[in-house]
């Protein structure tokens, strides 16, 4: 059994009924709207694998209604219905982008086998436009900017996994950037046309976080007046977001882990099960194994959500990523503020090497977007940037290992070079009084690329 969903256009009531039976007896999920704008509602809040669509109906026809829907999902394969064929509908409907053209009254078989190709065709589709981004991608994602080594070796690493179903957890500190990861491994994978759900189980009280997962049916409690869907089911077919999982309350890690191995759950109020097809990337900044020690996480849940873990590392151990991302901030905050600056000063960027980040690239941007904002002169000044003491700003962890200590020197040193030299390779050779071959020595055990550095201004 398929259970695709199929939307179904058709001002015929007795039509409707008819392709719902039909489809439902063939195993597909049959939404049907007796409008075109109808539709259209339909397809902006639900995504589709294919569209039966009436030709002569009022309002809209079935050729406007298809234009429409396939501005909003561009891969849907859609099939016209219409008692008046003629040769010249046929023609105007698959030169705008119809599959397939069938004449009522319509034999049951034929629909089907039609409506399996068309199917076929969607999924190939989608599957070559995927294919087609990543290798022009290339392990990288238009919203992540990135330079660093140890970010390249995680974008290929999600790469891989994309084409499983495999729980992925994804550590790091606050900032830097554990959501655009998830939503970087939902967009690369086969789910990428379907939801993507995010939830913070910290931000939502304990009361009420139960009802956002699992929704509930009318009457359920005082005041359910009307059945609402979870968060499970909106991110059907998705991918589901858990961010700061440690903060899910024990009961309802519990259900959860239900979900987990059976992939069903009952709504409130609900008599029968709901299934759901999920995948799940949770999301903590928290050491889940020391929590589980402590008795706040449950053992079973940890080994459950723990199939790939990723850890995210802080912006103080990429400090190569540093110049990229000022600029990228620097540049967006200046067009949305409509500001006629000129560039970061070589003085505010080594001001921005030298910072520790505990916000990470969060607090970067942050930083970015107060300085483009309170800047008044051409260029953004260490003093535009409000940063405060440096050494307030570090982490106060135990004494590292001299070997350690000299590898992180080393490479915001090196970046630091580079950002006044503009990745001049001599000049940089010059300003730390060493060889240019020394240089390039640097470059490559830290793996910086100095062509990175070259247009700050």
Same mark, same amino acid.
Not at 96 to 104: I, M
Not at 288 to 295: Q, R, S, T, W
């Given at each position: 059994m398929?259970?695709?969903?199929?939307?179904?256009v058709?001002?015929?009531?007795g039509?409707?009924?008819?392709?719902k039976?039909?489809?439902e007896?063939?195993?597909?999920?049959?939404?049907?709207?007796?409008t075109?704008?109808?539709?259209?509602?339909?397809?902006?809040?639900?995504i589709?694998?294919?569209?039966i669509?009436?030709l002569?109906?009022?309002?809209?026809?079935?050729?406007q209604?298809?234009?429409e829907?396939?501005r909003?999902?561009?891969?849907?394969p859609?099939?016209?219905l219409?008692?008046y064929?003629?040769?010249?509908?046929?023609?105007?409907?698959?030169?705008?982008?119809?599959?397939?053209?069938?004449?009522?009254?319509?034999?049951?078989?034929d629909l089907?086998?039609?409506?399996?190709?068309?199917?076929?065709?969607?999924? /190939?589709?989608?599957? #070559?436009?995927? *294919? &087609?981004? @990543?290798v022009?991608?290339r =392990?990288?994602?238009?919203?992540?900017?990135?330079?660093s080594?140890?970010?390249?070796?995680?974008?290929?690493?999600?790469?891989?996994?994309?084409?499983?179903?495999?729980?992925?957890?994804?550590?790091g500190e606050?900032?830097?950037?554990?959501?655009?990861?998830?939503k970087?491994?939902?967009?690369?994978?086969?789910?990428?046309?379907?939801?993507?759900?995010?939830?913070?189980c910290?931000?939502?009280?304990?009361?009420?976080?139960?009802?956002?997962l699992?929704?509930?049916v009318r009457?359920?409690?005082?005041?359910?007046?009307?059945?609402?869907?979870?968060?499970?089911?909106?991110?059907?077919?998705?991918?589901?977001?858990?961010?700061?999982?440690?903060?899910?309350? /024990?009961?309802?890690? #519990?259900?959860? *882990? &239900?979900v @987990?191995?059976?992939?069903? =759950?009952?709504?409130?109020?609900?008599?029968?099960?709901?299934?759901?097809?999920i995948r799940y990337?949770?999301?903590?900044?928290?050491d889940?194994?020391?929590?589980?020690?402590?008795?706040r996480?449950?053992?079973?849940?940890?080994?459950?959500?723990?199939?790939i873990?990723?850890?995210?590392?802080?912006l103080?151990?990429r400090?190569?990523?540093?110049p990229?991302?000022?600029?990228h901030f620097?540049?967006?905050?200046?067009?949305?503020?409509?500001?006629?600056?000129?560039?970061?000063?070589?003085?505010?960027m080594?001001?921005?090497?030298?910072h520790s980040?505990?916000?990470?690239?969060?607090?970067?941007?942050?930083?970015?977007?107060?300085?483009?904002?309170?800047?008044?002169?051409?260029?953004?000044?260490?003093?535009?940037?409000l940063?405060?003491?440096?050494?307030s700003?570090r982490?106060?962890?135990?004494?590292?290992p001299?070997?350690?200590?000299?590898?992180?020197?080393?490479?915001?040193?090196?970046?630091?070079?580079?950002?006044a030299?503009r990745?001049?390779?001599?000049?940089?050779?010059?300003?730390?009084?060493?060889y240019?071959?020394?240089?390039?020595?640097l470059?490559?055990?830290?793996?910086?690329?100095?062509?990175?550095f070259?247009n700050?201004?």
């Open positions: 398929s259970e695709e969903k199929i939307l179904v058709d001002d015929d009531p039509l409707l009924k008819l392709m039976a039909r489809l007896g063939a195993g597909y999920r049959p939404t049907l709207a007796a075109g704008d109808e539709a259209i509602a339909l397809a902006q809040g639900e589709f694998a294919l569209a669509l009436d002569k109906m009022e309002g809209l026809n079935g050729i209604v298809m234009e829907l396939l909003v999902q561009p891969f849907l859609t099939i016209i219409t008692a064929g003629s040769i010249s509908d046929a023609v105007e409907a698959t030169k705008k982008g119809a599959y397939d053209f069938l004449t009522k009254p319509f034999d049951a078989k089907l086998y039609r409506l399996q190709k068309a199917l076929e065709l969607g999924k /190939l589709k989608e599957e #070559v436009g995927r *294919l &087609r981004t @990543l022009k991608e =392990f990288h994602f238009d919203s992540i900017i990135t330079t080594d140890k970010m390249q070796q995680i974008l290929k690493q999600i790469t891989q996994i994309s084409v499983t179903d495999s729980t992925v957890c994804l550590y606050s900032g830097t950037g554990k959501e655009l990861m998830a970087a491994l939902h967009v690369s994978s086969g789910r990428a046309r379907m939801p993507f759900v995010a939830v913070n910290g931000a939502i009280p304990e009361g009420l976080l139960e009802n956002e699992f929704g509930h009457g359920a409690f005082t005041g359910a007046t009307q059945s609402k869907l979870g968060i499970l089911q909106q991110a059907d077919g998705g991918t589901l977001f858990l961010d700061e999982i440690s903060e899910l309350p /024990l009961a309802l890690q #519990v259900k959860l *882990l &239900r @987990l191995q059976e992939s069903e =759950f009952c709504p409130l109020g609900a008599v029968r099960p709901s299934r759901v097809n990337v949770a999301a903590t900044n928290q889940l194994g020391k929590a589980v020690k402590e008795g996480f449950r053992e079973d849940l940890y080994y459950r959500i723990h199939v873990p990723i850890e995210i590392p802080p103080r151990e400090p190569e990523d540093i990229l991302l000022a600029r620097f540049e967006q905050f200046k067009r949305d503020m409509n500001r006629d600056i000129q560039a970061i000063s070589p003085e505010a080594q001001r921005l090497m030298l980040w505990p916000g990470n690239v969060r607090e970067l941007s942050n930083a970015l977007e107060r300085a483009v904002a309170l800047a008044s002169g051409a260029t953004i000044t260490p003093a535009d940037l940063l405060g003491r440096e050494e700003s982490p106060q962890a135990g004494v590292q001299l070997s350690e200590a000299r590898h992180e020197f080393e490479r915001a040193y090196l970046a630091q070079i580079l950002t030299s990745g001049n390779i001599s000049r940089a050779a010059e300003m730390a009084g060493r240019r071959a020394e240089i390039y020595k470059l490559r055990k830290h793996a910086m690329d100095p062509a990175s070259k700050l201004e």
